[in-house]
């Protein structure tokens, strides 16, 4: 086997990448190549990042964005995943509403940030609506095609055998849908956290995306705090699709794409 396709190769490769990176951070910053007024070293950044791992305001701040990003996520994909199926089950209402999602899926949540604002406030409920609407629409059409996405010979195979209403969805629909849904949900993972943060960041609610806005206001003196800030969100952004894809290919071990990817691997 190519010594570069081994997990512990890739594994070192990505840990040396992120080492160099880091490097060039710091000798970029000694140097003075960046601008110490706006960009504090590497050292400094990860300096206050150890220091603000300490503090209780911090890990506070991560329940509030993992609260705000988890209750979003489990009410937008629950419906998506409703919706959808009911869609891709029937014909005439596929028909019927498929225009009107894939134009919602077009509007920016951005845009209505202003309005939840006016509603909720900076506050919970207003973090839950934002990722609730963004990973809704992109994941019901993922479930949509999903159930339509039956293979013609499966589906004639069920119907000579008389497959019939639940068994049928359980045994052909529901299988078919299954690779399209975790794809869905592993996107709509990472776009809910990227979601929550901006919920935060310009709405004004508890979490990660505040704590950011607060230090960057506080001055300059605060840019390693702001840093180390940001440095936790793709932290966490990297975590939450690891653990996705993570749970996807356990899940679907079954399926021909994973076992396509197992043998590759192997």
């Given at each position: 086997?190519?010594?570069?396709?081994?997990?512990?190769?890739?594994?070192?490769?990505?840990?040396?990448?992120?080492?160099?990176?880091?490097?060039?951070?710091?000798?970029?910053?000694?140097?003075?190549?960046?601008?110490?007024?706006?960009?504090?070293?590497?050292?400094?950044?990860?300096?206050?990042?150890?220091?603000?791992?300490?503090?209780?305001?911090?890990?506070?701040?991560?329940?509030?964005?993992?609260?705000?990003?988890?209750?979003?996520?489990?009410?937008?994909?629950?419906?998506?995943?409703?919706?959808?199926?009911?869609?891709?089950?029937?014909?005439?209402?596929?028909l019927s509403v498929i225009p009107v999602i894939e134009f919602l899926k077009t509007v920016p949540v951005i845009a209505i940030l202003p309005l939840a604002i006016v509603v909720w406030g900076a506050t919970l409920e207003m973090k839950?609506?934002?990722?609730?609407?963004?990973?809704?629409?992109?994941?019901?059409?993922?479930?949509?095609?999903?159930?339509?996405?039956?293979?013609?010979?499966?589906?004639?195979?069920?119907?000579?055998?008389?497959?019939?209403?639940?068994?049928?969805?359980?045994?052909?629909?529901?299988?078919?849908?299954?690779?399209?849904?975790?794809?869905?949900?592993?996107?709509?993972?990472?776009?809910?956290?990227?979601?929550?943060?901006?919920?935060?960041?310009?709405?004004?609610?508890?979490?990660?995306?505040l704590s950011i806005l607060t230090s960057v206001n506080a001055g300059p003196s605060r840019l390693p705090a702001t840093y180390a800030f940001i440095l936790l969100t793709g932290v966490a952004g990297v975590l939450v699709t690891g653990?996705?894809?993570?749970?996807?290919?356990?899940?679907?071990?079954?399926?021909?794409?994973?076992?396509?990817?197992?043998?590759?691997?192997?």
């Amino acid at each position: 086997m190519n010594v570069v396709d081994t997990g512990w190769f890739r594994a070192l490769a990505r840990v040396a990448v992120v080492a160099l990176v880091l490097a060039g951070w710091q000798v970029l910053s000694v140097t003075g190549t960046l601008d110490a007024s706006s960009f504090p070293s590497m050292t400094a950044t990860m300096a206050e990042l150890g220091r603000q791992l300490t503090e209780s305001d911090l890990w506070l701040a991560v329940w509030e964005t993992i609260r705000g990003w988890g209750l979003g996520l489990l009410i937008g994909c629950s419906l998506a995943i409703v919706v959808g199926t009911l869609l891709g089950l029937n014909r005439f209402a596929y028909l019927s509403v498929i225009p009107v999602i894939e134009f919602l899926k077009t509007v920016p949540v951005i845009a209505i940030l202003p309005l939840a604002i006016v509603v909720w406030g900076a506050t919970l409920e207003m973090k839950v609506f934002l990722v609730a609407f963004g990973v809704f629409w992109p994941l019901a059409i993922q479930t949509l095609y999903g159930v339509r996405a039956v293979d013609p010979v499966v589906r004639d195979t069920a119907a000579v055998l008389r497959l019939r209403g639940w068994r049928k969805f359980t045994t052909v629909t529901l299988p078919s849908a299954a690779p399209f849904i975790a794809t869905g949900l592993r996107v709509a993972a990472a776009v809910g956290l990227i979601l929550t943060i901006i919920a935060e960041l310009i709405g004004g609610a508890e979490g990660l995306g505040l704590s950011i806005l607060t230090s960057v206001n506080a001055g300059p003196s605060r840019l390693p705090a702001t840093y180390a800030f940001i440095l936790l969100t793709g932290v966490a952004g990297v975590l939450v699709t690891g653990a996705f894809a993570y749970l996807e290919q356990r899940l679907l071990h079954w399926h021909e794409s994973q076992r396509n990817a197992a043998s590759k691997a192997a």
